[in-house]
């Protein structure tokens, strides 16, 4: 089946320095959502890429899809201690109404 | 407009209980899931409902059974509880239609299984 793989599981920052989690897809994305769970809380969209080597900017935030549509990035520029929590992607690649397959995260540590 | 609304927040049971949690969603949509969360393996889909009346097996079902009442309401029932049960549940919908729409999600059930 379709599995999506996340890195770094962790990541430890200063306050100010600059976050990057990557997700790669064994199957052929049809779109990528990435959604973000503060510590305690639930998973909250933030945004779906379709295209091939589509690039979305939210703010700081900076996604990016991949040519061949297999794997995406986060990037965050001068993080702040609002960034905190569990970064997750998640892919779907067609065939069925199962839903998403979501990586297993990346959480994400800020140190003021 | 509560979104999605899952009940109860928290819960602790003995091995052998049985319990159902219950979700509803104001938002009309057509899909409805619930996942399970455990440290270090991320969101496992157990089981969605793509439309009223219908009902599919995600990863990890075993365990677990589901009933989409109705368009609102999906509820994920434990019938013999396991301590591998412990686990924070979130119940979930989307539009559907499309596979691959947004997915929201509720603020979780908190479920320790002794």
């Known amino acids: 089946g379709q599995q999506v793989m996340q890195i770094p599981q962790y990541q430890h920052v200063q306050e100010g320095e600059d976050f990057t989690t990557y997700c790669n897809s064994s199957?052929?994305?049809?779109?990528i959502q990435w959604y973000k769970q503060r510590p305690g809380g639930h998973p909250v969209f933030l945004i779906q890429l379709v295209k091939s080597g589509e690039v979305k900017k939210q703010k700081r935030l900076t996604f990016q899809f991949g040519e061949a549509k297999k794997n995406s990035s986060l990037h965050i520029t001068a993080t702040q201690t609002t960034d905190v929590g569990t970064y997750f992607c998640a892919g779907y690649s067609g065939g069925g109404a199962d839903g998403l397959t979501f990586g297993k995260g990346t959480h994400l540590i800020i140190q003021p | 407009n509560a979104g999605v609304t899952q009940t109860p927040k928290f819960q602790v049971l003995k091995t052998g209980q049985s319990m159902t949690l219950q979700c509803a969603q104001d938002m009309n949509h057509n899909s409805m899931y619930w996942y399970r969360q455990d440290p270090g393996m991320g969101l496992r889909l157990i089981y969605y409902s793509a439309s009223e009346g219908t009902t599919d097996k995600g990863e990890v079902p075993n365990g677990y059974n589901v009933s989409r009442l109705n368009k609102r309401e999906f509820s994920l029932r434990l019938e013999s509880a396991a301590p591998s049960q412990t686990s924070v549940y979130f119940c979930a919908s989307s539009e559907g239609g499309e596979p691959g729409n947004t997915i929201y999600f509720g603020e979780g059930s908190w479920l320790t299984v002794v």
């Open positions: 199957t052929t994305l049809s779109n």
